[in-house]
Structure formats: C-alpha cells, structure tokens
C-alpha cells in the first residue's frame, strides 16, 4: 500500500542525524516528548514521530506549517498554536488560505477548490514565536557552553593513550590535538562536550573512522587509516556533529559552512585576503582540509541510498554503494533515461526511509534490521520496473537530495520530449494528493504579491 507523505529533509539546522527508525542512538539521545495535534486529540512522540505528525496535519486538515526546519523548538511551536486555536475558535485568522483540487486516494473522488491552510511567518504572532523560539534556544546553548566552561571537575580518560585528563575539557580536547592530532574544534567554539566525546568515543570503540564512518578489522589498521587518510577530525559534510557547533545556533537556517560561503565571497569582492578571518574561523584543527570545495554546490554531501553515510562526492557515493551494498549504480541504471532514474531513486528513498525492502516491500522495525534483510536474501538489486516507475516518484521524497542532482541524462536529446510528458504525468499526480510544504508556499507567495 501506498503512504503518501509530505517531502523529508536530510539532516540540517540543528544538525541531528537523519531519523530513519535506526537500531543506534548515535545523534537520537533527546527524550521524547508527547506533541498534540493542532486541531484533534491525537498526540504524537516526537523526535521520532515528527514527520508523521506533519503528515497528519497535511492529510487529515490540510495544514502546513512553513519552514519548519527553521523552528527552534518544533514541539513548543505546536503546543503554543494548538492553544492559540481553542482559545480563539478560529484557526483560519491566523492562517493564509489557498485553493486547491485534490483527490480521495481512498475513494477517487476529487474535492474541488480544497482550502489549504498555511501557518507562516506572514502572521506577526508567528514571527514573533519563531524569533521568540530562537533566542531561548541561543541563550539555553550559551548558558550550557558556560557551565562546561567553568567546569572544573571535569575527567576523562584519553581517548587514545590511558592517561586520566582534566580538569577541564579544555584540556581535554587540547591533548587530543597537541599529543595525537585529533582535531574536533577549537573549545571555545564547542557545546555539549560531553555528548560530542560519548559519540567520538563510540565510533573508536567500534573500529569506525570518524570522517569517513568506514570499519575496520582492528584498532592498529584504524589508527593508521585515519592518520594516512588525515582523518583524525569529523567532517565537515557531516551534519550530525552541526549540534556542537555554537556557531550552527546564531542565525536559523544558516550552517556554519553556509556562513562561510557568505565572508568568503564579501572578502572576494572587497578584494581583501581574509587572513586574520580565516585565523579565527577556520582553524578548527583543519590544516589537512581542503575548503575550495564550499565554492561548488555539487559538493554538497551525497548520502548513500541504502545507509546513512553521506560523502562529498559523486564517484566516491557510487563506490561506496559498488564495494560495501554490492549494489552497481552505474550498471543498473545503464538503459534508463533521466526521469527513469530520479523515479527510481526517489522509490528506493521512499523504500528505505519506511524500512521497507525494496524487492519484496518486507517491512522491518529498523534500518539496521533492513539491510541485513536486503543482504541475506540479496535484495539489494534492481527491483522490479513497475515498483518503481510510477508517476509519484518524480516527486523526491527528499527535498535537499543531492544524489538526484548527479545524475546524468543519457539521453539528453530526447530531454524536450519527455518533459512534456513527465510534466503531464505530474499534473495528474498532484490532483490525486496533498501538495507538500513547499509548493505551498509557492503558490501562497503568488497570491500574497
């Protein structure tokens, strides 16, 4: 059966792992909160049941909330909304109406003219809250990188050598980076010390390369690794170390690397070297890194369609999927068109976000559970055609996959043609389901001008 649900999100802001029902608790250590539904009494725990808690909202009263990847405390956003709503008896004031047809999956019939209601930043009140949200959250993370700061009890064994370090965790990370060259930051620039250890920790213990996430058969061939491959630091691609960052809370929506983009290309134009910057923000234990790469949206992260590893390139993605899944990209998607590929990489998403086999649809309580499912039965193969060539799938089940944008048109010819026709395929689609967060706003932008 068919879930339709609103577009996901690989992991950003806040930096938190992609949630995908995963066996680990790397990155998942928030407790979990019971969030009500704006407008029904049902509730929903989340971190873990965030995007269904959107797609009940979408699909059952057609509301959407803008940006909601920006919201600094999602469950405090909702909960203030939803007793907004009761207190006024009526939630449309707050909401920009639009119209849309849209059709029953379960019964076909079509709604004309369906109202679709927008909570945005169009309303004072809800700017207000966001801005509101924001600065508790800043002022929460500084007051919490104070109380480590001043820490003078702090202990912990090396993760190296078996020396017992303190009393600070300052001292801490600056023995990891003067006596074995692993660099996680400069202290004044990190929070939750803790937890950012605990996760290091954790990858050294289970023979995994920090940077690359890659296993190894022993602790001497990982050291090694690491120190040929200059690895000993975590990458820079990968969002789910964002969180110990202060820099990712400053401004919502804005990395640290999207911030750097911006002061690189101001330093450009005023023709300056931005060398005394270029001290203050990029000496994070980075000398081995090559930063040229910020200049170039391809380089944005690939993550891996079957696990969670992202990569910052595209042959490196492919490789990754031919030695460690077995699964050759390349060659099974040798015959297939553009719109053939982004179909099929949107069903294997799809797929693998629900923990669903992609050969027999097997459903498994998570990703670990999945894929070795996938690779005892030899799943992790082509599947069939009709699974995945279906009109939906044009739609990504994320919005920011930039796997979808690597991929090549073989038959670059024929591109004219085939739009016509993928574009009538996605007319038809989006009459027969709900439109997501962001062609919402689209169209709701256009009214408002």
Same mark, same amino acid.
């Given at each position: 059966?068919?879930?339709?649900?609103?577009?996901?999100?690989?992991?950003?802001?806040?930096?938190?792992?992609?949630?995908?029902?995963?066996?680990?608790?790397?990155?998942?250590?928030?407790?979990?909160?019971?969030?009500?539904?704006?407008?029904?009494?049902?509730?929903?725990?989340?971190?873990?049941?965030?995007?269904?808690?959107?797609?009940?909202?979408?699909?059952?009263?057609?509301?959407?909330?803008?940006?909601?990847?920006?919201?600094?405390?999602?469950?405090?956003?909702?909960?203030?909304?939803?007793?907004?709503?009761?207190?006024?008896?009526?939630?449309?004031?707050?909401?920009?109406?639009?119209?849309?047809?849209?059709?029953?999956?379960?019964?076909?019939?079509?709604?004309?003219?369906?109202?679709?209601?927008?909570?945005?930043?169009?309303?004072?009140?809800?700017?207000?809250?966001?801005?509101?949200?924001?600065?508790?959250?800043?002022?929460?993370?500084?007051?919490?990188?104070?109380?480590?700061?001043?820490?003078?009890?702090?202990?912990?064994?090396?993760?190296?050598?078996?020396?017992?370090?303190?009393?600070?965790?300052?001292?801490?990370?600056?023995?990891?980076?003067?006596?074995?060259?692993?660099?996680?930051?400069?202290?004044?620039?990190?929070?939750?010390?803790?937890?950012?250890?605990?996760?290091?920790?954790?990858?050294?213990?289970?023979?995994?390369?920090?940077?690359?996430?890659?296993?190894?058969?022993?602790?001497?061939?990982?050291?090694?690794?690491?120190?040929?491959?200059?690895?000993?630091?975590?990458?820079?691609?990968?969002?789910?170390?964002?969180?110990?960052?202060?820099?990712?809370?400053?401004?919502?929506?804005?990395?640290?690397?999207?911030?750097?983009?911006?002061?690189?290309?101001?330093?450009?134009?005023?023709?300056?070297?931005?060398?005394?910057?270029?001290? *203050? $923000?990029?000496? +994070?234990? !980075?000398? &081995?890194?090559?930063? #040229?790469?910020?200049? %170039?949206? @391809?380089?944005?992260?690939?993550?891996?369609?079957?696990?969670?590893?992202?990569?910052?390139?595209?042959?490196?993605?492919?490789?990754?999927?031919?030695?460690?899944?077995?699964?050759?990209?390349?060659?099974?998607?040798?015959?297939?068109?553009?719109?053939?590929?982004?179909?099929?990489?949107?069903?294997?998403?799809?797929?693998?976000?629900?923990?669903?086999?992609?050969?027999?649809?097997?459903?498994?309580?998570?990703?670990?559970?999945?894929?070795?499912?996938?690779?005892?039965?030899?799943?992790?193969?082509?599947?069939?055609?009709?699974?995945?060539?279906?009109?939906?799938?044009?739609?990504?089940?994320?919005?920011?996959?930039?796997?979808?944008?690597?991929? *090549? $048109?073989?038959? +670059?010819? !024929?591109? &004219?043609?085939?739009? #016509?026709?993928?574009? %009538?395929? @996605?007319?038809?689609?989006?009459?027969?389901?709900?439109?997501?967060?962001?062609?919402?706003?689209?169209?709701?932008?256009?009214?408002?001008?």
């Amino acid at each position: 059966q068919n879930i339709m649900f609103g577009p996901l999100m690989f992991p950003a802001g806040e930096g938190s792992s992609v949630h995908h029902n995963n066996c680990s608790n790397l990155g998942d250590d928030e407790d979990l909160e019971s969030v009500p539904c704006l407008m029904c009494t049902k509730e929903f725990l989340f971190p873990d049941e965030k995007e269904v808690c959107l797609s009940h909202l979408l699909q059952e009263h057609f509301i959407v909330i803008s940006d909601v990847h920006l919201i600094a405390d999602l469950p405090r956003y909702i909960k203030f909304w939803k007793g907004r709503f009761e207190s006024s008896g009526n939630f449309k004031q707050y909401c920009t109406t639009l119209l849309a047809d849209a059709k029953d999956k379960l019964t076909g019939v079509v709604h004309e003219k369906q109202e679709f209601y927008l909570l945005s930043e169009a309303e004072v009140t809800d700017r207000e809250l966001r801005e509101k949200l924001q600065k508790e959250r800043l002022e929460s993370v500084l007051e919490q990188q104070r109380i480590e700061r001043e820490d003078m009890a702090f202990t912990h064994e090396c993760l190296y050598c078996r020396q017992t370090l303190g009393p600070t965790r300052s001292d801490f990370l600056t023995h990891l980076s003067s006596q074995h060259n692993l660099q996680l930051g400069k202290p004044s620039n990190l929070v939750y010390v803790d937890k950012l250890i605990e996760t290091i920790e954790q990858k050294l213990n289970n023979l995994q390369c920090i940077y690359c996430e890659k296993f190894f058969k022993d602790r001497n061939v990982l050291k090694e690794h690491m120190r040929k491959k200059a690895h000993k630091r975590v990458n820079p691609n990968n969002e789910m170390y964002d969180k110990f960052y202060i820099i990712n809370y400053i401004e919502p929506g804005k990395s640290w690397k999207e911030r750097e983009k911006l002061r690189r290309k101001k330093t450009s134009h005023s023709g300056s070297t931005g060398e005394d910057e270029d001290d *203050d $923000d990029d000496s +994070e234990g !980075e000398d &081995n890194g090559d930063w #040229s790469d910020w200049e %170039d949206d @391809i380089q944005q992260p690939i993550v891996c369609l079957f696990c969670e590893l992202s990569l910052s390139g595209w042959a490196a993605v492919l490789s990754h999927m031919k030695n460690q899944h077995l699964f050759n990209y390349e060659e099974h998607t040798l015959a297939l068109d553009f719109y053939e590929q982004v179909k099929l990489v949107n069903y294997i998403r799809r797929q693998v976000y629900r923990n669903h086999c992609i050969i027999c649809d097997g459903e498994f309580s998570c990703r670990n559970e999945l894929l070795k499912h996938m690779v005892a039965e030899k799943h992790i193969d082509m599947p069939q055609r009709s699974l995945w060539n279906q009109p939906e799938f044009y739609f990504p089940t994320y919005e920011n996959d930039a796997f979808l944008c690597q991929i *090549d $048109d073989k038959k +670059e010819e !024929e591109e &004219n043609s085939e739009i #016509s026709g993928a574009l %009538d395929e @996605i007319n038809v689609l989006r009459d027969s389901a709900l439109p997501g967060d962001h062609q919402l706003q689209k169209e709701c932008s256009k009214d408002m001008l």
